[in-house]
Nanobody, 121 residues
Framework: QVQVVESGGGLVQPGGSLRLSCAAS????????MGWYRQAPGKQRELVAT???????NYADSVKGRFTISRENAKNTVYLQMNSLKPEDTAVYYC???????????????WGQGTQVTVSS
């Protein structure tokens, strides 16, 4: 029904930058909130940042001031600009789209496959 695909991960040195992209496609009625989550080895998946259709954002304390989330509603696309990257940012980053498929009445969480971000010197 709805597919979510991330891109932009890779290997970067501490202090460097990466920009992640995520697009939702398929039988979409509306995507209300999009966001990024990450999971590091041995740790639970955690919220990184979310953004609503109206542009309201929230961030994990660990990334405030360094990461910026944005979206293009018409394209159902969300971005995560990551600056001043630290080794502790290393994780698999997952895109989440919270919304409705055309044939559904209730919202649902759609997840991407994940993209690896590695921060290392």
């Amino acid at each position: 029904q709805v597919q979510v695909v991330e891109s932009g991960g890779g290997l970067v040195q501490p202090g460097g930058s990466l920009r992640l992209s995520c697009a939702a496609s398929g039988s979409i009625f509306s995507i209300y909130t999009m966001g990024w989550y990450r999971q590091a080895p041995g740790k639970q998946r955690e919220l990184v940042a979310t953004i609503t259709r109206g542009g309201s954002t929230n961030y994990a304390d660990s990334v405030k001031g360094r990461f910026t989330i944005s979206r293009e509603n018409a394209k159902n696309t969300v971005y995560l600009q990551m600056n001043s990257l630290k080794p502790e940012d290393t994780a698999v980053y997952y895109c989440n789209a919270h919304g409705r498929a055309i044939m559904n009445t209730a919202p649902y969480d759609y997840w991407g496959q994940g993209t690896q971000v590695t921060v290392s010197s």
